[in-house]
């Protein structure tokens, strides 16, 4: 290895460096993000805008404006940071007041995640019925220094997003805090380094540990620059500190204290006013009236102890682990981003959304992403709780995202193109996720499961009706009477179509989500991947009145229970308990979902409403009404149903 030139003091960990002794690059990828739901906003009030705003493509591109005024939508981002924050720096490098980050700490454990079914909520607690669910891997294969290299890529593209007078709050422990706090040197530069807080995060006491006991968070604060944004903030004065205004006269209650610093004016204007008194030792400093209700109250330090964490009862615990409290992110928001809607903050690792949430609250721009599907959906569900929540927009980088993913793993031309090699890895890798064997020779057939062939959809466009005909019409020539289809994306309606036409021909069709987790490395390496069928929904669209519809739900159908894991299974009562959230877009173009009415379960409101409120169209004529479920794994099945009013 070549000789790595070290001028100053730094981090240093295997894989930092190339082998040349360069600096390995941070990728900065960019990919077109792609608009896959709008929340809280009607497609009449988008339309109005669209002069101004961005348009209703698919593909976000970037063209809306600063304000809510000219057509800023806060955006949840699905996907990984690290492509997302790649993409974003097109329009946002130098624009972000507050990143706050509380990535995975590398301590070798699975989180989780826990999720009530059904009805009955409390009930349903007591009688365990909660879904273990894989929330987020926390492993980052070869432990620290994969990790190190994670967050390096990670901070460095935060720095090119960051404002000038912004800062970046990053949430650890003991563990990586003096790994990070050298990193964050390196890429702000040790300047810009503002502070460490230490927030005691928790007070229990484990008897037998043979050390001091940790209870502490560490949250290191860098800034892009030394002119960076800092709104001072007061907590209330505590009782206890109340108590020293133990005087009072006319105007309220005070107590002396000694007088500073003031100018020769402003002691003579107190002077009128009897707030000063002088002591009878002429070398004693004078002393003046200190007003309870002119104080401000108390500035925060480093050190916090008055954050309580969250815990099962508390209002804002959606049952996400690691959870953040709103009061945490409320001080750090108040303190380092512009007041109301011209401050702009982010969080790149959201988990459930507390930064979103704080910032929606304060009146923020924000910008969140996550790559968890859980992760998302609770974010979704939590924003959508706070009253008069301005509008949002949920993005992934769809297809791009995926493309990139498999010409990083499995090899690609100088053009983009994946060579066959690379295609035929790809399709054993997702065969053996799946459990199945490749086959060779055939033309729409990939491999084998048991008695059932598998056919493996393409990562860069959905599966389509031809498709899946090509693959039922080559099993029936083989008389084999099972195929599951794997797939991304499919094609709109589908399953209506496909699984009654198979079954004429003899072929049992099974149609099955590839999950987003298989791009995750060790997601994949552990085979922690989950194949989930796709669902299917019952619905009737009513017309209570003329120019309007409802719709009512009245099945959602999982076709294969078996499939589904049997801890889950043993608790749903009846086919709506599957149902987590579902929404209607009341006039769907084919394009982005445009939430018009929604209904959800939260953690205390267990009850679902089975039919939508009533639609009213301006004018007469026929429309396309999209209901999207997503279930209680996460998964998202959207159905279109045709309506004339
Ligand atoms: C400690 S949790 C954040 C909790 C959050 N502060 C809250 O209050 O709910 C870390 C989150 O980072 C997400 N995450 C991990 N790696 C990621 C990546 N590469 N891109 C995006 N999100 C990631 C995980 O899915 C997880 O939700």
Redo the contacts with the bound molecule.
């Keep these: 290895m070549a000789k790595i030139d070290i001028t100053r003091t730094e981090l240093v960990w295997p894989g930092k460096y190339n082998e040349d002794g360069t600096l390995k690059e941070v990728p900065r990828v960019s990919l077109p993000f792609q608009v896959i739901e709008t929340v809280n906003e009607s497609r009449a009030t988008r339309e109005a805008q669209k002069a101004t705003s961005l348009g209703l493509f698919d593909v976000y591109e970037g063209k809306e404006g600063d304000t809510f005024e000219a057509g800023w939508r806060n955006k949840l981002i699905w996907g990984?940071?690290?492509l997302v924050m790649g993409s974003l720096l097109e329009k946002f490098a130098g624009k972000i007041d507050l990143i706050y980050i509380?990535?995975?700490f590398a301590t070798g454990a699975d989180f989780s995640f826990t999720a009530p079914i059904g009805d009955s909520g409390e009930e349903v607690f007591k009688q365990q019925s909660l879904i273990e669910e894989k929330?987020?891997r926390d492993t980052w294969g070869s432990g620290l220094e994969s990790y190190l290299q994670m967050m390096w890529s990670r901070l460095v593209l935060i720095r090119d997003l960051l404002s000038d007078s912004g800062s970046v709050y990053v949430h650890c422990d003991a563990r990586v805090s003096s790994h990070l706090r050298l990193m964050l040197d390196n890429i702000l530069g040790r300047e810009n380094f503002m502070c460490q807080i230490i927030w005691k995060r928790s007070s229990i006491r484990k008897a037998s540990a043979k050390k001091w006991l940790s209870v502490d968070d560490v949250i290191l604060v860098g800034t892009r620059t030394p002119s960076y944004l800092y709104n001072v903030i007061y907590l209330p004065f505590s009782q206890e500190y109340k108590k020293r205004f133990n005087q009072r006269d006319d105007t309220g209650w005070f107590y002396w204290i000694d007088i500073g610093t003031y100018s020769s004016e402003r002691l003579e204007s107190l002077k009128a006013q009897g707030r000063v008194r002088f002591p009878d030792n002429p070398a004693a400093h004078p002393r003046i009236k200190h007003y309870l209700h002119e104080a401000k109250g108390v500035q925060p330090d480093n050190v916090w102890t008055d954050i309580i964490p969250i815990n099962s009862q508390a209002k804002e615990d959606t049952g996400?682990d690691?959870?953040?409290p709103e009061s945490l992110l409320e001080r750090i928001i108040r303190a380092s981003s512009t007041e109301g809607s011209l401050g702009l903050v982010a969080d790149?690792?959201?988990?459930?959304?507390?930064?979103l949430a704080v910032a929606e609250k304060l009146g923020r721009r924000w910008i969140g992403?996550?790559?968890?599907r859980w992760?998302i959906h609770v974010t979704r569900k939590r924003l959508l709780g706070i009253e008069n929540c301005k509008p949002f927009e949920v993005l992934n980088l769809g297809r791009y995202e995926r493309q990139y993913w498999q010409g990083v793993t499995f090899g690609e031309t100088k053009d983009k193109s994946l060579t066959e090699q690379a295609l035929y890895e790809y399709l054993a890798f997702i065969l053996k996720l799946y459990g199945a064997q490749p086959v060779a020779g055939m033309a729409h057939l990939h491999g084998k499961k048991g008695k059932a062939m598998v056919h493996i959809g393409a990562v860069d466009a959905p599966v389509t009706i031809a498709e899946i005909d090509a693959a039922v019409d080559e099993c029936a020539k083989l008389k084999q009477g099972e195929l599951h289809v794997l797939g991304w994306e499919w094609e709109m309606g589908l399953y209506d179509l496909m699984v009654e036409a198979a079954k004429k021909k003899g072929v049992k069709l099974l149609l099955l989500q590839i999950p987003r987790e298989v791009m995750e490395q060790q997601a994949a390496a552990k085979g922690d991947v989950r194949f989930f069928e796709l669902a299917y929904l019952e619905a009737k669209i009513k017309q209570p009145k003329k120019l309007t519809a409802q719709v009512v739900l009245e099945d959602f159908v999982i076709p294969n229970t078996e499939l589904i894991p049997q801890d889950v299974g043993g608790k749903v009562k009846k086919w709506s308990d599957y149902i987590d959230y579902w929404a209607v877009d009341w006039d769907f173009r084919s394009d982005t979902f445009m939430q018009g009415w929604v209904a959800y379960r939260t953690r205390k409101e267990r009850k679902l409403p089975l039919a939508s409120g009533p639609h009213a169209y301006e004018k007469p004529g026929k429309y396309r009404v999209l209901v999207k479920v997503i279930d209680i794994f996460g998964n998202d099945t959207s159905q279109a149903f045709d309506v004339t009013v």
Excluded at 369 to 372: I, R, S, T
Aim: contains cysteine; glycine residues 12%.
């Design positions: 990984d940071n690290l509380d990535p995975p929330a987020y996400y690691t959870q953040k790149f690792f959201c988990g459930s959304g507390t930064t992403c996550d790559l968890g992760a």
